[in-house]
């Protein structure tokens, strides 16, 4: 019978072990891709041969809108920029208009500045922390992210009004002074949540099949992390120190004492590990600005309508969430800015998943996808 | 007697009444007696899956500090009844390109493969649906059947997800099924039989429970049964960040909920196994003796507990990846098996027990 099937089978085609590669697409609605990434995947069998991300399903040009529109009203527009880090966006807009309409802010201004944007990065953190575990299969951590991201969530509508798209963080100050309760509030939060991160890493840190699953994963050196372009905690996953808090301090970060999260591994376990630590900082970074902050204003006083010099550029670069964003704005004497543009980190972070993922399975996809924490807005714009 | 043996006898004294007002010759035809048995058992089944649905979406909300279903019935007992009735009544969607018959046919050979093995599970002294003297091969021979659904529904659904979850699964049930039936053969070689009562049977005899002398077998097993069953850490044929929904993605309405109710039941198969074959059954644990209970009770509360157990690894375990889930079935759980019952046979040479 076996000789029969095999006289049937030409031996030179080698057709017996010949394998096909075909084509998967994982994406743009996919339970795993975070928003509406599309990631065309060549696969043979389980192994990937190559992943081409396909881009522009969240595009809203962002960008083109807001040289269409007066520099406060940019800031609403900012908060799409990157959703799950809202505060990040409005801030490096701020900065960037404050340098080209030249505006000093109050003191207080820019420690609440400090404040909410470490807050947001916790945030930003945890829910990074969800989806990536949800990536990995563990459903759990997910639930135990949103909790506590819904505590900041509260101390943040508490102050603004909002929960998701803050606008809060204005050219030349910020919208609103906090409520005599919120720094006891935030403190509370803080206990609170530093005993919290340490119950994540009991539950995921050291479980053997985490381990598995990241240790080694999505390799990347730190020379290729810095052609490639990475920036954040995935290039700190590296062992590169690239934290723009600490090598080009804005606000007053100069004055906190913090330690710049790198770890060496270059695999999806460091970034994670980077992450983790980093929740931690933002709470000792948040402690010191509650007790630095004094009393006082917290906006500038503005001209009734602020036009941008003529022929003048400025950009500011700031840490954000996710690694560098910079605002790059060109004025031209009208109330408009007449460029506008946005550096975000995780377009660059997003280029590099097709060096990472060729030749592991497809599971690695998700797992080295969920490291580089990618937010699609902030790609697409 | 114990109750539910009672009830059993009492279905067939009632059937004999009834028979005998229709004029028919006593006793009752053995087929049509096996048809009722059947009824009763899967209508019972059906039940305990629900509860195992909604005890699961229990387990879920208590480990996620979620509150988990409560609106329907009490304690949201019911949600489960109005997720089938919804399932049920949902239209039928179907892909265009599927292979028209292996796409009707996945679920029902997945469903009743894995409801099979129900026939031969000692439920208390003397009461089975069916004893055989074969049980646990019957059962393992059975269950393995459930692999042909899957891969015949990831290649009929003509969707890529659906034929890599499919392949996955093939390769994941083969693989595990060997530690599974390694992990079995110690405590066969100890008693000698085949038969699950008779292993039973065997524990309350001799006083002990085989989790304490086949520890290692008991892991191995319940670790391969989570596997056979595609429940996490081991569900990657399903894997819903990777594959959308693995094999079923193009199942809708009753076809999904035949492979989700399969799912359940293999899990009440792999866990009932492990308390006849591990956990002694239908025995009483020995401090609880003194209470006036039925076999059948401690039974379904030692199932209960396995099910927790495998319950609580889904919520608290990341996915394997598959090379992962391979070595690990190939190049630890057989080595280990293997090794016990080697152990097993050298304990018997030297203590003379068993046989």
Same mark, same amino acid.
Request: glycine share 8%; proline share 5%.
């Given at each position: 019978?076996?000789?029969?099937?095999?006289?049937?089978?030409?031996?030179?085609?080698?057709?017996?072990?010949?394998?096909?590669?075909?084509?998967?697409?994982?994406?743009?609605?996919?339970?795993?891709?975070?928003?509406?990434?599309?990631?065309?995947?060549?696969?043979?069998?389980?192994?990937?041969?190559?992943?081409?991300?396909?881009?522009?399903?969240?595009?809203?040009?962002?960008?083109?809108?807001?040289?269409?529109?007066?520099?406060p009203?940019?800031i609403t527009?900012?908060?799409?920029?990157?959703?799950?880090?809202?505060m990040?966006?409005n801030?490096?807009?701020a900065?960037?208009?404050?340098?080209?309409?030249?505006?000093?802010i109050p003191?207080r201004a820019q420690w609440l500045r400090?404040i909410f944007?470490?807050?947001?990065?916790?945030?930003?953190?945890?829910?990074?922390?969800?989806?990536?575990?949800?990536?990995?299969?563990?459903?759990?951590?997910?639930?135990?992210?949103?909790?506590?991201?819904?505590?900041?969530?509260?101390l943040f509508e508490m102050t603004c009004g909002q929960?998701?798209?803050y606008n809060y963080i204005r050219i030349g100050g910020v919208m609103i002074d906090v409520l005599p309760e919120f720094v006891?509030?935030?403190?509370?939060?803080?206990?609170?949540?530093?005993?919290?991160?340490?119950?994540?890493?009991?539950?995921?840190?050291?479980?053997?099949?985490?381990?598995?699953?990241?240790?080694?994963?999505?390799?990347?050196?730190?020379?290729?992390?810095?052609?490639?372009?990475?920036?954040?905690?995935?290039?700190?996953?590296?062992?590169?120190?690239?934290?723009?808090?600490?090598?080009?301090?804005?606000?007053?970060?100069?004055?906190?004492?913090?330690?710049?999260?790198?770890?060496?591994?270059?695999?999806?376990?460091?970034?994670?590990?980077?992450?983790?630590?980093?929740?931690?900082?933002?709470?000792?970074?948040?402690?010191?600005?509650?007790?630095?902050m004094?009393p006082g204003a917290v906006e500038a006083?503005l001209?009734?309508?602020?036009?941008?010099?003529?022929?003048?550029?400025?950009?500011?670069?700031?840490?954000?969430?996710?690694?560098?964003?910079?605002?790059?704005?060109?004025?031209?004497?009208?109330?408009?800015?007449?460029?506008?543009?946005?550096?975000?980190?995780?377009?660059?972070?997003?280029?590099?998943?097709?060096?990472?993922?060729?030749?592991?399975?497809?599971?690695?996809?998700?797992?080295?996808?969920?490291?580089?924490?990618?937010?699609?807005?902030?790609?697409?714009? | 007697?114990?109750?539910?043996?009672?009830?059993?006898?009492?279905?067939?004294?009632?059937?004999?009444?009834?028979?005998?007002?229709?004029?028919?010759?006593?006793?009752?035809?053995?087929?049509?007696?096996?048809?009722?048995?059947?009824?009763?058992?899967?209508?019972?089944?059906?039940?305990?899956?629900?509860?195992?649905?909604?005890?699961?979406?229990?387990?879920?909300?208590?480990?996620?500090?979620?509150?988990?279903?409560?609106?329907?019935?009490?304690?949201?007992?019911?949600?489960?009844?109005?997720?089938?009735?919804?399932?049920?009544?949902?239209?039928?969607?179907?892909?265009?390109?599927?292979?028209?018959?292996?796409?009707?046919?996945?679920?029902?050979?997945?469903?009743?493969?894995?409801?099979?093995?129900?026939?031969?599970?000692?439920?208390?002294?003397?009461?089975?649906?069916?004893?055989?003297?074969?049980?646990?091969?019957?059962?393992?021979?059975?269950?393995?059947?459930?692999?042909?659904?899957?891969?015949?529904?990831?290649?009929?659904?003509?969707?890529?997800?659906?034929?890599?979850?499919?392949?996955?699964?093939?390769?994941?049930?083969?693989?595990?099924?060997?530690?599974?039936?390694?992990?079995?053969?110690?405590?066969?070689?100890?008693?000698?039989?085949?038969?699950?009562?008779?292993?039973?049977?065997?524990?309350?005899?001799?006083?002990?429970?085989?989790?304490?002398?086949?520890?290692?077998?008991?892991?191995?097993?319940?670790?391969?049964?989570?596997?056979?069953?595609?429940?996490?850490?081991?569900?990657?044929?399903?894997?819903?960040?990777?594959?959308?929904?693995?094999?079923?993605?193009?199942?809708?309405?009753?076809?999904?909920?035949?492979?989700?109710?399969?799912?359940?039941?293999?899990?009440?198969?792999?866990?009932?196994?492990?308390?006849?074959?591990?956990?002694?059954?239908?025995?009483?644990?020995?401090?609880?003796?003194? =209470?006036? @209970?039925?076999?059948?009770?401690? #039974?379904?509360? +030692?199932? $209960?507990?396995? /099910?927790?157990?495998?319950?609580? !690894?889904?919520?608290?375990?990341?996915? =394997?990846? @598959?090379?992962?889930?391979?070595? #690990?079935?190939? +190049?630890? $759980?057989?080595? /280990?098996?293997?090794?016990?019952? !080697?152990?097993?046979?050298?304990?018997? =040479?030297?203590?003379?027990?068993?046989?």
């Amino acid at each position: 019978m076996t000789d029969l099937l095999l006289s049937q089978i030409d031996i030179n085609s080698n057709s017996l072990t010949e394998t096909d590669e075909y084509i998967v697409n994982l994406g743009p609605q996919h339970p795993a891709t975070h928003g509406v990434l599309r990631l065309v995947v060549k696969l043979d069998g389980e192994v990937v041969k190559e992943t081409m991300p396909v881009l522009g399903y969240l595009h809203r040009s962002i960008e083109k809108i807001c040289e269409n529109r007066t520099y406060p009203q940019c800031i609403t527009y900012t908060d799409r920029v990157d959703y799950a880090s809202a505060m990040s966006a409005n801030l490096a807009y701020a900065m960037a208009a404050e340098k080209l309409l030249n505006i000093e802010i109050p003191p207080r201004a820019q420690w609440l500045r400090m404040i909410f944007v470490e807050l947001q990065r916790i945030a930003s953190h945890l829910l990074w922390l969800g989806a990536f575990a949800g990536d990995l299969g563990a459903f759990t951590p997910f639930l135990y992210g949103l909790r506590e991201r819904e505590r900041v969530l509260d101390l943040f509508e508490m102050t603004c009004g909002q929960r998701l798209t803050y606008n809060y963080i204005r050219i030349g100050g910020v919208m609103i002074d906090v409520l005599p309760e919120f720094v006891e509030k935030c403190r509370l939060f803080l206990d609170y949540f530093f005993k919290k991160v340490d119950e994540y890493e009991e539950l995921l840190t050291y479980n053997p099949i985490f381990l598995e699953r990241t240790k080694g994963v999505g390799f990347i050196t730190p020379e290729e992390a810095i052609n490639w372009g990475l920036a954040g905690p995935s290039l700190r996953g590296s062992g590169v120190s690239c934290d723009i808090r600490k090598q080009q301090p804005y606000l007053f970060y100069d004055q906190i004492d913090f330690k710049e999260e790198i770890s060496y591994g270059g695999d999806c376990w460091s970034r994670y590990k980077v992450r983790m630590n980093e929740m931690r900082q933002c709470v000792s970074i948040i402690r010191q600005c509650l007790d630095h902050m004094g009393p006082g204003a917290v906006e500038a006083k503005l001209p009734p309508v602020l036009k941008g010099p003529n022929g003048q550029e400025a950009y500011s670069r700031i840490e954000s969430s996710r690694g560098e964003m910079g605002v790059y704005l060109v004025g031209n004497g009208t109330p408009k800015p007449w460029k506008c543009k946005f550096r975000c980190a995780s377009f660059n972070n997003l280029s590099v998943i097709d060096k990472l993922t060729r030749g592991w399975k497809v599971a690695d996809i998700m797992a080295v996808l969920g490291s580089l924490d990618i937010i699609i807005p902030e790609v697409d714009r | 007697m114990s109750g539910s043996l009672k009830l059993l006898k009492l279905i067939n004294v009632i059937l004999e009444h009834v028979y005998k007002f229709l004029g028919l010759t006593n006793p009752i035809p053995e087929v049509i007696n096996a048809f009722i048995t059947a009824a009763i058992s899967f209508a019972v089944i059906s039940v305990f899956v629900m509860f195992l649905v909604w005890m699961e979406r229990k387990v879920s909300a208590h480990m996620q500090s979620r509150i988990g279903p409560n609106r329907v019935g009490p304690f949201g007992l019911l949600q489960t009844l109005a997720d089938a009735i919804k399932l049920t009544t949902k239209e039928n969607m179907e892909p265009q390109k599927r292979d028209k018959i292996p796409y009707f046919i996945a679920p029902i050979i997945a469903f009743v493969a894995t409801f099979m093995g129900v026939v031969v599970i000692p439920l208390d002294k003397g009461v089975t649906i069916q004893n055989l003297n074969i049980g646990v091969l019957y059962i393992i021979a059975i269950t393995s059947f459930t692999v042909i659904g899957i891969l015949t529904a990831g290649w009929s659904s003509n969707n890529k997800f659906s034929l890599i979850g499919g392949f996955r699964s093939a390769a994941q049930i083969i693989s595990y099924e060997i530690p599974l039936v390694l992990s079995l053969v110690p405590v066969i070689m100890i008693t000698g039989t085949l038969d699950l009562q008779k292993i039973v049977e065997y524990q309350a005899h001799a006083g002990y429970w085989f989790v304490g002398p086949q520890i290692i077998g008991f892991l191995v097993f319940l670790t391969a049964s989570t596997a056979e069953s595609n429940r996490a850490p081991f569900d990657i044929p399903e894997a819903e960040s990777e594959l959308t929904g693995g094999f079923h993605t193009e199942y809708s309405g009753i076809k999904f909920a035949m492979f989700f109710l399969g799912e359940y039941i293999s899990i009440i198969i792999g866990s009932s196994v492990a308390v006849s074959v591990f956990l002694g059954g239908w025995i009483a644990p020995a401090f609880m003796n003194f =209470l006036p @209970v039925p076999g059948f009770f401690w #039974f379904v509360i +030692k199932v $209960l507990l396995v /099910i927790y157990l495998i319950m609580a !690894f889904r919520w608290t375990f990341p996915r =394997l990846r @598959v090379d992962q889930l391979m070595d #690990f079935g190939w +190049k630890i $759980l057989i080595p /280990i098996a293997i090794l016990n019952i !080697f152990l097993t046979g050298l304990w018997i =040479l030297w203590f003379s027990k068993g046989v």
